[in-house]
């Protein structure tokens, strides 16, 4: 059973396109997250929800839009993708947001 | 923010111990100290976390220094699926649940 899934695993797509990311957990969590990993392998969070409220929203660009339909599901949508959008995506999951976190496979994002 | 320093790099031999130590100097009193792993091509997993006592669990342990300041990961027996970056991460207090990962160690294993 996978625990926290996303999909899809591979997104090419061009520039000024629009996409988006889905991810579900089936651990019965409250806390979902976004992070983005560049090509140099940094790690870095842009987004928490917690019972479906937004609790962390770093700097990130205005295009990087969450939406939380329910405590399950954490999604993320991109407008007018940029060059610099190419990174792998990962969301994760933890029961409360001081509990450990529990990691997707990844999103690998190329935008050509 | 709390400031971690790890090695780059370590290399271990399997079958063998790893001590992987981190520096957090600027850890505040009621930070945990937390450790994740990724491996090749897979999201970070969670490895272990402990506050001020040395903590075990099936995975590895943790022994934290009197003072706070420093901490050390142990890999009791490595093995080659063991390969893999670890971070250290003092965890903010309170419940944002923000985790800040720095560049880590990149830890080979031998066969």
């Keep these: 059973d996978t625990a926290v899934s996303q999909t899809p695993k591979y997104l090419v797509t061009q520039m000024g396109n629009d996409k988006s990311i889905k991810c579900e957990q089936n651990l019965g969590h409250d806390t979902m997250y976004w992070y983005k990993q560049d090509s140099k392998k940094f790690l870095k969070i842009m987004f928490s929800y ?23 599901h954490l ?3 991109i407008n007018s993708l940029e ?13 409360m947001p001081s509990y450990e976190q529990y990691f997707g496979p990844g999103t690998r994002l190329t935008v050509t | ?16 111990p790893v001590h992987l130590p981190c520096n ?28 001020t006592s040395n903590v075990n669990n099936r995975m590895a342990s943790l022994a934290i220094a009197e003072d706070r300041k420093s901490s050390t990961l142990i890999l009791h027996r490595a093995t080659l699926r063991d390969a893999a970056v670890y971070y250290c991460i003092p965890r903010i207090s309170g419940n944002t649940g923000k985790l800040i990962f720095g560049q880590g160690t ?3 294993v031998k066969p």
Aim: proline share 7%; net charge negative; charged share 20%.
């Design chain 1, 50 to 72: 917690n019972n479906k409220e937004l609790i962390i929203n770093e700097t990130v660009p205005n295009r990087f839009s969450p939406k939380s339909p329910d405590k399950a």
């Design chain 2, 24 to 51: 957090h100097s600027t850890i505040s009193g009621t930070d945990y100290i937390h450790w994740y792993r990724q491996l090749p091509s897979q999201g970070p997993e969670y490895v272990i976390h402990g506050l």
């Design chain 1, 75 to 77: 999604n993320l949508h």
């Design chain 2, 106 to 108: 990149t830890l080979q």
């Design chain 1, 83 to 95: 060059l610099g959008d190419s990174a792998v995506y990962f969301c994760a999951s933890s029961q």
């Design chain 2, 1 to 16: 923010d709390a400031k971690t320093t790890q090695p780059n790099s370590m290399e271990s031999n399997e079958e063998e």
